[in-house]
């Protein structure tokens, strides 16, 4: 499992499921995913698995689905690159990356 397996690794392309997942989500709830993972996320640096956690910890979906897990970390990522998010490591690697909310959020 991604959040706990030292040497797994989010895979390039999503999965069939994962965009299924991801597919069967709303404006609203892709909003709302984006926003608890931003709600997870402290001013000082997280382990970025910890922030993923945490989020899908907040909602009603399966912290052991791995498609869930893998949409939640593509968001993360998507977050870091949107500027919401500060990150360093490989996001690939939720466990050895680490995320942070930048000094002007």
Same mark, same amino acid.
């Given at each position: 499992?991604?959040?706990?397996?030292?040497?797994?690794?989010?895979?390039?392309?999503?999965?069939?499921?994962?965009?299924?997942?991801?597919?069967?989500?709303?404006?609203?709830?892709?909003?709302?995913? *984006?926003?608890?993972?931003?709600?997870?996320?402290?001013?000082?640096?997280?382990?970025?698995?910890?922030?993923?956690?945490?989020?899908?910890?907040?909602?009603?979906?399966?912290?052991?689905?791995?498609?869930?897990?893998?949409?939640?970390?593509?968001?993360?990522?998507?977050?870091?690159?949107?500027?919401?998010?500060?990150?360093?490591?490989?996001?690939?690697?939720?466990?050895?990356? *680490?995320?942070?909310?930048?000094?002007?959020?």
């Amino acid at each position: 499992m991604l959040l706990r397996d030292d040497d797994d690794i989010l895979p390039d392309a999503a999965s069939d499921l994962e965009r299924a997942f991801v597919d069967s989500l709303d404006a609203d709830e892709r909003r709302a995913v *984006e926003s608890r993972i931003l709600s997870a996320a402290q001013r000082h640096w997280l382990k970025a698995a910890r922030v993923v956690w945490d989020a899908i910890d907040a909602s009603d979906y399966d912290v052991w689905d791995a498609s869930v897990v893998h949409a939640h970390v593509r968001a993360l990522a998507g977050l870091v690159g949107a500027g919401e998010l500060e990150s360093r490591g490989d996001l690939r690697r939720p466990r050895f990356s *680490e995320v942070c909310l930048p000094p002007h959020a």
